[in-house]
């Protein structure tokens, strides 16, 4: 049995950084002790989640039994319908008793970011703290965002609890006549049932890659330092040694993840660990799942012989389409773990080489840009939207401009409300829309956060083109908002960025419909790390390359009006010329 896996508590989180196989690994866990007879609720609280897909039923956001798995029970955390059903519980006493222009002021006051993250985080913390909501299970398994956004999850019922302990602010974050009593006591409870190790266990995934391991090393350090102490280890899709006998790719690959286990951060080295090795099957159905925690051997069924043939367009093309507009902003958008920064930093430096000005960013908590460039550039620029940073930033100027005027008292008031967790979300849009206005003279590209996090920061674009076109009326005065430019293909290109697998390319679907109900088209999408284009040989590794064919012919036939297909190269893409490898893989 995984070491993980052994006298589990009540409360089981799975997290680290998008694409390691968390989903699979929380699903796969749940299946075991649903079978031992455990009464087993999973909860995904992902924006972006994809459980549901996962075991083929439709779950969302109410409590849903998996029909083929007696036992067990899954919920997905939707922050939007959790939202509106939060503006409800505030909003519905008063309608027909407050005045209608009271009663419209409080709905938009409830409209933005914040509310969505609070509304989501405040059925987290009920799982963890309302006995009642969860007597039914035994265990209760959460199936985490990526490490960035889980990283912040964690951390708000303490910044919450300190919050409205220390009687900071009014209740304008939380919502009018929210009760602040009520939240007080759930946070504080959640807090105490983070940080028991009898009750909590939490499981970072991640795969043998140096850069992987270090995120999961940091996350560790954060993580405890808030007192989530119980911390299990858990290395996925580790390649077979025997897979690497007489495959060139295989042999890379498997000499790559053996130099990273040897070299792990010493941080992690006391961690209980376990390594779960790579299937050739795609993790979708139970049967899958069921063989997710156990070595079992290959069954091979493409023939050594059996021709893979693949002739799809590469990044090269791409990337004239985006120089030939000589400016504007590329946004790279997909799921955690299917390669953003990597293509993002390909991208970024591809057009520097051709002599153009670029500026590379990050919106992803998570990202390391620097890691993956190795060595400045000329004619690249390099930044990571800090959310710690901005967020300060955003406190000095409000204080020096709206509290300039104050008197000391309502100074203290502003600076205590300016403390509010809600303060980051205003920050982080701010610093999103000074780099979109930068892309009218030269070209961004920005690494965005995975989907859910992303589509938060555009529902808070989105918010603000409404409020100023309402605030603008009928006056006649032009004015661009930074959504406005978001939806001009002459101003901006989104790549959706996804893998050969059914689960990726199902999830970079539902991103495009999100974005073109918000009236944007994405401009094209790219396969990354295609084992099918990589002339593989490995039995194991062929089997996955056929079984992308079908992927990569959706994406081709029904999803994307042009595409890019990006091998898996033998050599991890770090450092300016294997980045330039993506865009030019035969040079």
């Known amino acids: 049995m995984m070491k993980f896996l052994q006298l589990p508590p009540r409360f089981m989180f799975f997290t680290g950084k998008g694409g390691v196989g968390k989903t699979s690994i929380a699903c796969a866990t749940s299946i075991q002790l649903a079978n031992a007879g455990k009464r087993v609720l999973l909860v995904s609280t992902d924006p972006a989640s994809n459980v549901g897909q996962v075991f083929g039923v439709d779950i969302g956001n109410r409590v849903t039994p998996i029909p083929a798995v007696p036992h067990l029970s899954a919920l997905e955390i939707d922050p939007e319908a959790a939202a509106s059903a939060y503006r409800e519980r505030l909003v519905g006493p008063v309608r027909g008793v407050l005045p209608d222009d009271v009663v419209k002021g409080i709905e938009e006051s409830l409209s933005g970011a914040c509310t969505t993250e609070i509304a989501a985080f405040d059925e987290f913390t009920a799982l963890l703290t309302n006995a009642v909501l969860t007597a039914d299970y035994q265990h209760i398994i959460f199936d985490t965002a990526p490490t960035g956004h889980t990283i912040r999850l964690l951390q708000l019922p303490g910044a919450w609890s300190g919050f409205l302990e220390a009687g900071k602010g009014d209740a304008s974050c939380l919502g009018p006549l929210a009760g602040l009593e009520k939240q007080r006591t759930q946070y504080k409870a959640a807090v105490e049932a983070l940080a028991d190790p009898l009750q909590t266990r939490l499981v970072l995934v991640a795969r043998a890659q140096q850069a992987t391991l270090r995120e999961v090393a940091r996350t560790h350090e954060e993580l405890a330092t808030i007192g989530i102490k119980q911390q299990h280890l858990v290395i996925n899709g580790i390649l077979p040694s025997a897979e690497a006998a007489n495959d060139p790719l295989a042999a890379a690959i498997h000499e790559r993840e053996q130099t990273a286990l040897k070299n792990i951060p010493a941080t992690l080295t006391s961690l209980p660990r376990d390594l779960v090795q790579l299937k050739p099957f795609n993790l979708v159905g139970l049967d899958a799942l069921r063989q997710l925690l156990t070595d079992l051997p290959l069954q091979a069924h493409v023939a050594a012989d059996a021709p893979i043939e693949l002739d799809e367009p590469g990044m090269g093309d791409l990337v004239d389409g985006i120089e030939a507009d000589g400016h504007g902003l590329v946004m790279l958008m997909g799921k955690g773990g299917v390669g953003k920064t990597t293509l993002a930093a390909a991208i970024a430096v591809e057009l520097a080489h051709r002599g153009l000005p670029v500026h590379l960013t990050t919106s992803d908590p998570a990202a390391h840009l620097t890691d993956t460039l190795e060595a400045s550039l000329d004619n690249l620029t390099v930044s990571r939207i800090d959310p710690h940073a901005e967020t300060e930033r955003y406190r000095q100027h409000v204080l020096e401009t709206k509290g300039a005027q104050l008197d000391a008292e309502g100074r203290a008031l502003l600076e205590e409300d300016l403390h509010s967790p809600c303060t980051e979300e205003i920050a982080v849009f701010q610093a999103f829309s000074r780099i979109i206005r930068e892309a009218g003279k030269k070209f961004v590209v920005m690494d965005t956060a995975p989907t859910g996090h992303t589509l938060l920061l555009l529902d808070a674009t989105g918010a603000y083109h409404r409020e100023v076109r309402r605030q603008m009326g009928n006056k006649g005065t032009h004015f661009t908002t930074p959504m406005m430019q ?102």
């Open 486 to 587: 978001l939806r001009d293909p002459n101003q901006t290109k989104v790549l959706v960025v996804t893998l050969a697998e059914t689960t990726p390319v199902l999830e970079a679907a539902k991103l495009q419909a999100d974005l073109r109900r918000a009236g944007i088209e994405p401009w094209a999408w790219i396969i990354n790390t295609s084992v099918a284009a990589a002339s593989a040989k490995s039995p194991l590794l062929r089997q996955r390359a056929a079984n992308e064919l079908r992927e990569i012919n959706a994406v081709a036939n029904h999803h994307a009006d042009r595409y890019a297909v990006v091998p898996l190269l033998k050599e991890e893409p770090i450092g300016a010329e294997r980045l330039r490898a993506l865009i030019h893989p035969q040079t």
